[in-house]
Nanobody, 130 residues
Framework: EGQLVESGGGSVQSGGSLTLSCAAS????????MGWFRQAPGKEREVVAV?????????????KTRFTISKENDYTKENANTILSLQMNSLKVEDTAMYYC??????????????????WGQGTQVTVST
């Protein structure tokens, strides 16, 4: 459907902070539900945080109280664009992973299951060292 482009990944020491951004464009509709997922080597993809246009949010257990997701829609352009952000504080070594931005399918009003997300970005690497 559309294009999702992540940015903001990098390397940081334990206890540090990073902010990830995802620019969504080219969608024929504004994705109502968007989220961040991550996958570490040898592990399954897991949900990090999800948000919908009612500002409902959900977080994976391991990142609650440390990460904050936000979503801003820009309706001024012909194809509405959206910026999805993830503020990550108090980063831990175990947060090291590839982080993916995702948009849920049209009609989805809430989900934290990866299978309900139809569009995915290429990912941005986050590496946390001691």
């Amino acid at each position: 459907e559309g294009q999702l482009v992540e940015s903001g990944g990098g390397s940081v020491q334990s206890g540090g902070s990073l902010t990830l951004s995802c620019a969504a464009s080219g969608f024929s509709y504004t994705p109502y539900v968007m989220g961040w997922f991550r996958q570490a080597p040898g592990k399954e993809r897991e949900v990090v945080a999800v948000i919908n246009d009612r500002r409902n949010t959900g977080y994976g257990d391991s990142v609650k109280t440390r990460f904050t997701i936000s979503k801003e829609n820009d309706y001024t352009k012909e194809n509405a664009n959206t910026i999805l952000s993830l503020q990550m504080n108090s980063l831990k070594v175990e947060d090291t992973a590839m982080y993916y931005c995702a948009a849920a399918g049209k009609g989805v009003r809430w989900s934290m299951r990866a299978t309900d997300f139809s569009d995915w970005g290429q990912g941005t690497q986050v590496t946390v060292s001691t």
